[in-house]
């Protein structure tokens, strides 16, 4: 009898996804591994993260067709090429108290005879994966969010490409905005972290960084652009994080609309501190959303590489019986940590390590 691994992905997209997927089922299916196991594996695709696990209907075949796709060497060759996820995502939460739906999802995977799942996400994918385990089921983790705010582990995927994104798009802004001299006000995702932020921010040179970690003061940004009058160059760049605050105000949401796992759509700040800055200064600024761009395109190099030893390093853990946990990168090290250690809590930003305070942007001093 073969194990059957079920690789599932969920919460937003971004590159590296693919890479983990075929990662997973290369190593689970690898000819010359296989020889050295005592078990041998089967794999198969859930498509659309834990919806398609709660909607398909085992016993038909055409809504098996429809929501699992059997994997192999030959299917996942040239996966790790592109962004994205081929199994397709959602948000669905299997157990939202207003909808749950987890007796349905705990009696197919008993019926589709899932012995193992690794589910590849951030913190509300990884959350069910943890449900599941203290359900008996045998889990698996690997961590993805462009967000960087998963805990327990340096790195997660999609976010090197993210960054690279943001960098590129801000070195195209920079023609423009130096051939107007005008001020760009480009907001980031990131949600409470400000990871994208600031690393987007350093990496393109920004005069000034948002994050939420630290909420600011628009009258200081607006000192800091002044600062900038009579200079030869006479443009700015502003990279604000969509989850900063204003001192003593809340984070600028697009809409009251809550998500499965509670969370709501943020938005909207870029274009506020823009319209204070041409009010206050007499510069003229816009706003660039960068929005989904952030996680569309190829993966980066380096998100070729982790999904790379993420999916090799859970197909190990399978192995050896290391189940409720998640694959994670550590010290320069992959290693794993428990599903348990990592639920319901944010990566933030140390604001006292990693960021200055006077001058709105990343550390000046490192050692
Ligand atoms: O968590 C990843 C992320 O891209 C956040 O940075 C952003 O706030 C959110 O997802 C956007 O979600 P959606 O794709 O549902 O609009």
Redesign the pocket.
């Known amino acids: 009898m073969k194990t059957k691994i079920a690789v599932l992905t969920g919460?937003?997209?971004?590159p590296g996804l693919n890479g983990a997927i075929k990662w997973v089922t290369k190593t689970a299916l690898d000819p010359r591994l296989a020889k050295e196991r005592s078990i041998q594996f089967e794999v198969i695709g859930i498509r659309e993260g834990w919806k398609g696990l709660v909607d398909v209907d085992p016993d038909d075949p055409k809504s098996r067709k429809r929501h699992i796709m059997p994997l192999n060497e030959e299917v996942v060759r040239a996966w790790d090429r592109y962004g994205g996820t081929n199994l397709g995502t959602s948000?669905t939460n299997p157990f939202n108290p207003q909808n749950d739906r987890s007796n349905k999802l705990l009696e197919n995977i008993e019926k589709l005879k899932i012995d193992v799942i690794v589910a590849i996400g951030?913190e509300d994918t990884l959350g069910v994966a943890y449900k599941l385990h203290k359900l008996g089921i045998k889990t698996i983790g690997i961590p993805k969010?462009?967000?960087l705010?998963l805990v327990g582990t340096d790195y997660s995927l999609g976010f090197d490409s993210a960054v690279n994104v943001i960098t590129e798009e801000i070195d195209r802004l920079r023609t423009t905005a130096g051939s107007h001299n005008r001020i760009f006000v480009v907001e980031t995702?990131?949600?409470h972290a400000g990871w994208?932020a600031l690393n987007g921010g350093e990496c393109s040179g920004a005069y000034i960084i948002l994050i939420p970690e630290y909420p600011f003061d628009v009258e200081h940004v607006c000192e800091l652009l002044l600062e900038r009058t009579g200079r030869e160059v006479q443009y700015s760049i502003v990279v604000v994080s969509?989850?900063a605050k204003l001192c003593g105000k809340e984070e600028i949401y697009k809409d009251d609309k809550l998500?499965d796992f509670g969370?709501r759509?943020?938005?909207g700040i870029a274009q506020y501190v823009a319209d204070v800055i041409t009010k206050r200064t007499g510069f003229e600024a816009r706003y660039v959303i960068l929005?989904?761009l952030?996680?569309g395109g190829v993966p980066s190099s380096r998100d070729r590489l982790m999904a790379r030893w993420f999916g090799i390093a859970a197909v190990d853990m399978i192995l050896s019986d290391d189940f409720g946990r998640m694959v994670s990168y550590l010290h320069g090290e992959i290693a794993s940590v428990p599903l348990k250690e990592i639920i319901d809590k944010l990566k933030l930003v140390d604001v006292n390590k990693y960021y200055d305070t006077e001058r709105y942007n990343g550390r000046r001093s490192i050692l």
Do not use: N, P
Not at 11 to 14: E, I, Y
């Open positions: 919460g937003g997209d971004c948000r951030g969010t462009i967000d705010d995702m990131g949600r994208l969509e989850g998500d969370h759509s943020l938005g929005s989904h952030q996680r």
